[in-house]
């Protein structure tokens, strides 16, 4: 159970990387698949941000 919570931290870590590396028809695609998920849109404005966060300065 403890190397399950692990692996879960670890590829949860990696998320924002592999967000930043899809190409643009990738993108678009896990777009479309997050926002047919429960809290879709919500999790579709942080995918967004992961994606451009290097273009946004606030």
């Not at 967000?19 to 404005?45: D, Y």
Request: with cysteine; charged share 20%.
């Amino acid at each position: 159970m403890k190397n399950f919570f692990e692996n879960f931290k670890r590829n949860l870590s990696d998320i924002p990387r592999k967000v930043e590396q899809t190409s643009k028809g990738e993108f678009i695609f896990l777009l479309g698949v997050l926002f047919l998920l429960p809290g879709g849109s919500f999790l579709c404005i942080a995918a967004i941000y992961v994606k451009f966060r290097n273009y946004i300065k606030f």
